[in-house]
């Protein structure tokens, strides 16, 4: 008879090493969105040329009345001054930056890098694009890159901020860049069956918080909002809709037929069409739809995006009563 064979020990599970340590201090727009705050973020364009001191301006103009603002990488693939130099100025001026960035003009490599050194400059906050294609541009000629897509930037980055791990992985010395990482969302864009869809995977791959395309149709909003939270994102990301204030009827019609991903109502562009004072009306929509999504669950704060127009951010603000500016 044969002795029963000794049960073999289990192993004691691997400990994990600890991730390195970040490096720096964290986001502050991360911090309010954590807090609870209605936070507002705003658009500032970089110049066409060495002309800094518009950039002075307009931080001069938005400071204290948004919590960060969105530096644009060459939008509409005009070249400019780049993100990176413009938020770096910001920094130092006071205003915090949510520096976007484009795949279209960088390999994951020059991705990566770029993230490094604004991260030195103290910057921390990064909105993830695709970018406009470069024939709408200044550079119709310009070849472009698409490495890599938004959703796989902002996968590229997360690995860098979560695990200090490259692209390549091998290891980020020194320790972890403190990012917030955001992403747009189009919510009323074409086909509407996969906007929540390819938000979901923007989550997955690191999307902190979304900026959308500017809101006007409020029921589609809300719908495609309903469908987010089914799918349990809205636990996992704050939202930040759009606000574009109109100028005029001419403006809107415009945008609805020349801009994707918007959707205008026929009864807003009557509505710019019944009044004389065009940009008073579109403040008017504009504080109305603040008000209005600040009641939606999931809704984190707004996107003011008066492009060229940062004079009216002020105004749109302390009228829709968002407690921002010098001594709220």
Known sequence: ???????????????????????????????????????????????????????????????????A?????NQTAVVRVSSIATAAIMVQQGLEPVMQMVARDRNRIAIQSDMLGATALGIRNVLCLSGDHQTFGSEPGAANVYDVDSIQMLGILKGMRDD??????????????PLFLGAAWSPDADPAEVRTLRLAKKVRAGAQFVQTQCIFDLAAFKLEMKKAGDMGLLDKLAVLPGIIPLKSAGMAKFMRKNVAGISIPEDVVKRMEGNKDGKEEGTRLAVETIQAVREIPGVRGVHIMAIEWESKVADIVARAGLKKGPGA
């Open 164 to 177: 200090a791990k490259f692209a390549g992985g091998t290891d980020v010395e020194g320790g972890r860049p």
């Open 1 to 67: 008879m044969t002795e029963a064979a000794a049960p073999k020990k289990a192993k004691p599970p691997a400990e994990k090493t600890p991730p390195p340590p970040v490096v720096g201090p964290v986001s502050g727009l991360e911090k309010l969105i954590k807090a609870g705050s209605f936070v507002v973020t705003a658009e500032l364009g970089p110049p066409k040329g060495l002309d800094l001191e518009a950039i002075h301006k307009k931080v001069g103009i938005l400071k204290g009345w948004v919590d």
């Open 69 to 73: 603002a969105n530096v644009t990488d």
